[in-house]
């Protein structure tokens, strides 16, 4: 079983809609693109739920790649200083 994020740092509380759930995860990628430009950021359905995945746009960009299915954990992530490879 995929694990769950915690509910304090999903983007989409319990009690909403599916679609709102949709519209603030939609939300939030849209956040993470604009807060971190120097890389490429996505969603991917796979069979066991949703993973976000970031990947540099340049050589000794670090992190190469993360992929998490939760977007918090991503933020925090790329949030790191960009550290040579």
């Known amino acids: 079983m995929p694990a ?3 509910a304090a740092h999903h983007p989409a509380p319990k ?8 519209e603030a995860l939609a939300a939030e990628l849209d956040r993470l693109r604009a807060d971190f430009p ?6 991917e359905n ?3 739920g949703v993973r976000f ?4 746009q340049r050589v000794g960009l ?5 992929v998490t299915a939760d ?8 949030g790191q200083p960009d550290r040579p490879g």
């Open 4 to 6: 769950q994020p915690p």
């Open 15 to 22: 009690n909403t809609t599916a679609s709102q759930a949709v």
């Open 38 to 43: 120097e890389f490429w950021i996505w969603r």
């Open 46 to 48: 796979t069979g066991s």
């Open 53 to 56: 995945v970031a990947r540099s």
């Open 62 to 66: 670090n992190p190469h790649t993360v």
């Open 71 to 78: 977007p918090a954990e991503l933020r925090a992530a790329l």
